[in-house]
């Protein structure tokens, strides 16, 4: 698929309005089916695929007679929670008779803004996918309020991108790009093929492009593009409402390719190296020579831990020379560490009372 060439994880975000007939409520199976034929084709090059899909309320209001327009938060929650069940039946029904396993992932903006939760959401994902899995994605409205909302799943879409180090997010929307102008109302609107950088001149142009079923105009489909093309993936805006739009946009079907300023594992290198640390791990010769070699820290080549600190919170990692190693993101906190401190991986949960994690510190979570 030409823009996704090379693509090695792909997060592509469906609009309620591709999902759901606005009219009737009812699913589009026809499109639906041809979107699972897509993401089969793109997982045959070899690259995870994650799908952040709206849709719930959409299909959960049609099943509960609820009328059209603006709905009461009571009413938006009951609706998701009827119509997340229908949407993760619909998406595993399209997709198993290709082969394909689906997982439903709920999450909250509180996922992301919590460390300790956005390492357990991310190690979920990655184990997900390493099993070969396509993790179907939504905010999770039943219980988000306002306070603890994304609000759109183009931002969703892009912090998905982000915690698993996505190389791609695809926004399939009603729209085939990002125009100079309301494409609708302006008839000498241009639409931009590629976009380099967004500059307070591409904000400005970001007007407020959306349906009766959608949430999100231009205006998040940029603030998405900041988010993803900082940590180093590459976001594309195409028109999702034909039958299969991944196969469309690899031939070649009008989009707006927003490119990453840096690579996912860099970018994400960068932030932990930034962050102020918490705490110390230090660990012996054994241990300083596998991360050396791109391993993970486990527990058995620690030799002493000073915190305190908690789950997900960044550590400094010396060597037994005193050398700083570099930082990373524990998973443990700082009273577990010293209690596994030393300990082989089938020691973790007798020593303390539960299972846990082999690493003590992911390789992914690490810069050295």
């Keep these: 698929m030409a823009p996704l060439n090379g693509a090695k994880r792909v997060v592509v975000k469906i609009g309620s309005a591709l999902l759901v007939d606005a009219q009737t409520g009812a699913l589009k199976a026809d499109w639906l089916e041809s979107l699972a034929a897509d993401v089969a084709a793109l997982k045959e090059t070899g690259a995870d695929v994650v799908l952040v899909s709206s849709g719930s309320i959409a299909l959960g209001r049609g099943v509960l007679g609820l009328p059209d327009g603006g709905l009461a938060l009571e009413q938006s929650q009951a609706a998701a929670a009827v119509g997340q069940i229908r949407l993760a039946r619909a998406y595993e029904e399209a997709l198993a008779p290709l082969g394909i396993t689906t997982a439903q992932v709920l999450v909250t903006l509180e996922d992301s803004a919590d460390r300790r939760r956005y390492l357990n959401s991310r190690a979920t994902l990655e184990q997900l996918l390493g099993l070969g899995v396509v993790p179907i994605v ?56 590629v976009i380099e950088a967004i500059t307070p001149e591409i904000e400005a142009m970001a007007g407020d492009v959306g349906t009766g079923l959608s949430k999100g105009g231009m205006k998040t489909k940029v603030m998405a593009a900041r988010t993803a093309t900082g940590a180093g993936c590459a976001l594309i805006i195409t028109e999702g409402g034909r039958l299969n ?44 020579n596998a991360l050396g070699h791109g391993k993970s820290l486990l527990p058995a080549g620690v030799t002493d831990v000073v915190g305190p600190f908690g789950r997900g919170d960044p550590v400094d990692i010396y060597g037994p020379d005193g050398a700083h190693l570099g930082a990373g993101l524990t998973r443990y906190t700082s009273q577990e560490a010293d209690a596994i401190k030393g300990k082989r991986s089938d020691q973790i949960e007798p020593s303390l009372g539960y299972p846990g994690r082999a690493a003590l510190i992911h390789r992914d979570d690490m810069a050295l």
């Design 138 to 193: 939504n905010e999770n409205d039943t219980v988000a309020t306002d306070e603890i909302r994304y609000g759109d799943n183009d931002r969703l879409a892009a912090q998905v991108a982000v915690t698993i180090g996505a190389d791609h997010v695809v926004l399939l929307s009603d729209v085939d790009g990002f125009y100079s102008g309301n494409p609708r109302t302006e008839p000498n609107a241009r639409r931009y093929d």
């Design 245 to 288: 739009p991944l196969k469309a946009l690899a031939q070649g079907a009008p989009a707006t390719v927003f490119t990453a300023r840096t690579d996912p594992s860099a970018a994400r290198k960068r932030w932990i190296a930034a962050m102020k640390p918490q705490g110390v791990i230090k660990v012996d010769a054994g241990a300083a």
